[in-house]
């Protein structure tokens, strides 16, 4: 691809669409709310918090991020949503449980605005959960017709002149990429027969992007991870990137298990277990929703180890990822880690990781930054996958034939080259022998 010769200033209003209003995106909203309030800060945000290197370590150049590239200002963020229940976002955070009755009091009146669009929702593929706000349609491509007019419609009253969608919707069912998904048009054609392999986010996915509008894949389902849509992306000249948040457990696990194979030591085993009692946590107790996550959280350790290269050390591990539903803890999970690593002559250690943590707090500033990243990425005129953003991701989507990068720290060094890159500066290697010349 072709480095952007210059980047469209961030002018107006920006857009957020929310396919599913439930605890992610509530709290992600509040959050913008009570930042832009002056009330927090943006504790977890790379684009609000983070700075970055340019030049050479002598040069003391770190701007902060936000300054360096032109991001939309969070006063410039408005905000739009489905759901399958009538909520509105101040009472569906009040439900989820995320933030305190004081924080939520204060962004009250801009939460109780927030009222979510009828839902294109299919049961077969969210079997535990269950409301009133759905679209009627006589098939599914009439239903993705309806949800771009939706966007059409919010486009047009929130006054917005660009927009971006992130799926913060449930976990559906797993669905296997088929013939149906490989072409725009058997796509279509599959709408309108009512495949059994169109899952609803597929629906946003499809609208959005036809829409000219950004897409985000907060969850592991399928949705724009099909080539279909990601030939419309290129086609249309949208960006898309996906999928599943990396919040918790995974993101710790891409972080120890890079520095066991940086230093050559084996793991035999790695045991994986979470309890939590939200409402995903609900969703995830249908054997179908759990198959999909499962996959999502399964393919990392292979991906960073590569027991392919290292069968001596991973060619023999064992890797188990279980999550129990367990309400009297609602959002805030608790991930247990059993790490069986060996060492030198083969002697066996253990790691224990507990990770008490809250789900929704860790996942809304990702929410943020995809938010703010691929609204960047489609004014300096990019296109299709967006695999510098893996960083957010436990199962990124890449190029056909391309094996993902799940190491945070790769993935955090891409994220910043392709910044640098789009402003001309040089890329950093960290080769330093400059400094020893
Ligand atoms: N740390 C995290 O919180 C985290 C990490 C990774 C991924 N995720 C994923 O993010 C998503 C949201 O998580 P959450 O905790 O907010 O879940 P949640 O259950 O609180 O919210 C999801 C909402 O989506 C709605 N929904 C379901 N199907 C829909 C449809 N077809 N159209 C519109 N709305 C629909 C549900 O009614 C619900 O209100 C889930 O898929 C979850 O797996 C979350």
Redesign the pocket.
């Known amino acids: 691809m072709e480095k952007p010769s210059k980047i469209a200033p961030a002018k107006g209003r920006l857009g957020v669409l929310l396919?599913?209003?439930?605890?992610?995106?509530t709290t992600f909203m509040a959050g913008v709310e009570l930042v832009r309030k002056g009330k927090s800060q943006p504790v977890g945000s790379l684009t609000q918090m983070g700075t970055i290197r340019l030049g050479k370590r002598t040069d003391a150049r770190s701007p902060l991020i936000k300054k360096f590239v032109p991001l939309a200002e969070l006063t410039d963020l408005t905000f739009g949503g489905?759901?399958?229940?009538k909520d509105n976002a101040y009472q569906?955070a009040a439900n989820?449980g995320v933030l305190n009755p004081q924080d939520l009091e204060k962004v009250k009146p801009f939460l109780s605005t927030i009222k979510p669009m009828k839902?294109?929702?299919d049961r077969d593929f969210?079997k535990l959960?269950d409301?009133p706000n759905i679209k009627k349609g006589k098939n599914k491509y009439e239903l993705a017709l309806q949800i771009k007019e939706d966007i059409a419609d919010f486009r047009k009253t929130a006054r917005a002149s660009r927009l971006v969608t992130c799926w913060?919707?449930?976990?559906e069912s797993f669905v296997k990429p088929e013939e149906v998904h490989s072409t725009p048009e058997k796509f279509v054609e599959a709408m309108q027969s009512n495949h059994p392999a169109i899952a609803?986010?597929m629906l946003?996915a499809w609208a959005s992007v036809t829409s000219g509008v950004p897409y985000a894949n907060?969850?592991?389902n399928l949705s724009v991870d099909i080539p279909a849509i990601q030939q419309l992306a290129h086609d249309h000249n949208v960006v898309i990137c996906g999928k599943?948040?990396k919040?918790?457990q995974t993101l710790l696990k891409t972080v120890l298990a890079p520095a066991f194979k940086a230093r050559m030591l084996g793991l035999e085993g790695w045991f994986s277990t979470n309890i939590l009692g939200?409402?995903?946590g609900e969703?995830l107790e249908d054997p179908g929703s759990f198959k999909t996550?499962e996959e999502s959280k399964l393919s990392v350790l292979e991906y960073i180890l590569q027991p392919q290269l290292y069968p001596q050390l991973y060619g023999k591990m064992c890797h188990k990822v279980r999550i129990n539903y367990y309400p009297p803890r609602g959002?805030n999970k608790e991930g247990w880690d059993n790490i069986d690593i060996f060492g030198w002559l083969g002697y066996p250690m253990q790691i224990k990781v507990d990770f008490l943590c809250r789900?929704?707090i860790?996942?809304a500033p990702i929410v943020l930054d995809l938010v703010l990243f691929l609204d960047l990425a489609q004014r300096a005129g990019m296109h299709g996958i967006q695999e510098w953003l893996s960083f957010y991701f436990?199962s990124p989507m890449t190029a056909p034939g391309l094996y993902p990068e799940h190491d945070l720290f790769i993935q955090s060094m891409k994220l910043k080259n392709t910044l640098r890159w789009m402003k001309g500066e040089d890329l950093i290697t960290h080769l330093g022998q400059e400094y020893y010349d």
Not at 168 to 171: D, K, P, Y
Request: proline share 7%.
């Open positions: 396919p599913g209003m439930g605890a992610v995106s489905w759901d399958i229940f569906s989820a839902a294109a929702f969210v959960i409301g913060c919707g449930s976990t609803p986010s946003y907060g969850s592991p599943d948040f919040t918790g939200n409402r995903d969703v996550k959002d789900d929704s860790l996942a436990k």
